[in-house]
């Protein structure tokens, strides 16, 4: 991954739930997370999603600042922040396993600027929580990009233990 930038407007329609993968984040780590999205309102949070093992279970998070010119919208990862993350992960043996952000007043929807701030290739899991509604809605998903302009999203599991 590298740091995004997007909009969370055009939401794009994801394919149905992959009842092969899940996500899954300890509810400690998941009250954490949205307290820093209901934190950052009315702009949109975001961060990293954190494993040392090769599994898709969440140890831990790191919030990145935004940076985006607008970020009630969008959001872009603060580069210094990003490359301080990537260098401790790699001296701790960890890995991003995704990344969180938040939608302020849409639902927990991937849009299309969502998609497009993937790198070129390969896949990335995305927790998006809504403040659309007053109970934050959580939902998560696997995005797979093939040659451009080709993104499968496929939302997964969601295990909040």
């Given at each position: 991954?590298n740091p995004s930038s997007h909009r969370d407007s055009e939401p794009v329609v994801p394919a149905a ?77 960890q890995k991003v396993i995704g990344y969180y952000h938040s939608h302020p007043s849409t639902p927990a ?52 233990d």
């Amino acid at each position: 991954m590298n740091p995004s930038s997007h909009r969370d407007s055009e939401p794009v329609v994801p394919a149905a739930t992959s009842n092969e993968m899940k996500l899954t984040i300890s509810h400690d780590i998941y009250i954490s997370i949205a307290a820093h999205c209901e934190s950052d309102l009315p702009n949109e949070a975001c961060g990293l999603l954190i494993s040392s093992r090769s599994s898709l279970a969440v140890e831990r998070f790191i919030p990145i600042p935004n940076r985006h010119p607008q970020p009630r919208h969008s959001f872009s990862f603060d580069p210094m922040a990003w490359t301080s993350a990537i260098y401790e992960l790699d001296r701790l043996g960890q890995k991003v396993i995704g990344y969180y952000h938040s939608h302020p007043s849409t639902p927990a929807i991937p849009s299309v600027y969502d998609a497009a701030g993937l790198p070129g290739s390969g896949s990335a899991l995305m927790l998006i929580l809504s403040f659309a509604s007053p109970i934050p809605e959580a939902r998560a998903y696997q995005l797979t990009r093939g040659a451009y302009p080709d993104t499968i999203l496929s939302e997964i599991n969601l295990i909040i233990d």
